[in-house]
């Protein structure tokens, strides 16, 4: 989370806040506080939240397929906290029943049993194997992970969201993902009532998008188009194919659209883009 005086940015995982916190910083100079990233509201000191309806409210989003990949490829460097999550070693009797917990409708739980961190490191072997990809992302969707702190795997909720919906859901709203929904237009209704962010950096445009935002908060964005100049490489990019597209089937295409049809809707977002 980093603060101003003028607004609180909320930075979601793989969607470019580190390059974005890091142009802030520059431009901010020592006028902010950075609580850490991808730091929820309930983290920041009680004196932001007294002027919290005050503060413009700053978030990225991205398009939920190109998220996923990044976020698979970003393991396969083995960086980032759910490849962590997923590789760490774990009681095979303890996984049992993680996945009982966690298996949504419709899924053979038998088939899930053997899967170990040696299993979840070998589909982060290579990222440019789509296979491999295909396979993590309908684990990830139908295991519904949980990556936080509180555990690997949580129980499917009545209207099952992707990960991506949860990690947006549970960073830009007060009371965070819901756990028992029972339709889309109940999980729409929620975000709608409870999103707190104004403005959003979209990881496609970045820098027209950030340009924007200072403008919007009075800062002057020639410092900007300098930094960039000098800095234009992404912060913390993952090694991949950049056509994400590649990297899809059908019915992978089809998962995405169906566990993370908020995101989808609300910002405009197809499978080919916008």
Not at 147 to 170: A, E, N, V
Request: proline fraction near 3%; include cysteine; charged fraction near 20%.
């Amino acid at each position: 989370m980093f603060l101003t005086d003028q607004f609180i940015y909320l930075q979601l995982p793989k969607t470019g806040s580190t390059h974005v916190t890091y142009l802030l910083e520059q431009l901010y100079e020592n006028n902010f506080v950075n609580l850490g990233k991808h730091s929820q509201l309930k983290a920041a000191p009680e004196h932001v939240l007294r002027n919290f309806e005050h503060k413009i409210k700053l978030g990225n989003i991205r398009n939920p397929w190109d998220y996923y990949v990044s976020q698979w490829s970003y393991g396969c460097q083995k960086q980032g906290g759910l490849f962590k999550q997923l590789t760490r070693p774990r009681q095979k009797s303890g996984l049992k029943q993680l996945l009982l917990n966690g298996l949504g409708t419709g899924v053979d739980t038998t088939t899930f049993y053997s899967i170990t961190p040696d299993l979840w490191m070998q589909l982060y072997s290579d990222p440019t194997n789509y296979t491999n990809f295909a396979l993590w992302l309908k684990l990830i969707l139908w295991l519904n992970v949980n990556p936080s702190d509180q555990g690997f795997i949580s129980k499917t909720p009545s209207y099952s969201m992707g990960l991506f919906t949860k990690r947006y859901l549970r960073l830009y709203t007060i009371n965070g993902a819901p756990l028992h929904l029972s339709s889309f237009d109940e999980l729409y209704d929620y975000d709608k009532k409870n999103n707190v962010i104004d403005f959003f950096i979209r990881t496609e445009f970045m820098t027209d998008d950030l340009q924007q935002f200072l403008k919007k908060v009075g800062h002057d964005s020639y410092g900007l188009d300098a930094l960039l100049s000098v800095q234009g490489e992404r912060t913390n990019a993952s090694s991949r194919d950049r056509d994400y597209r590649k990297y899809y089937n059908d019915d992978t295409a089809a998962l995405v659209e169906t566990y993370d049809r908020l995101v989808i809707k609300k910002h405009g977002y197809s499978f080919d883009g916008y």
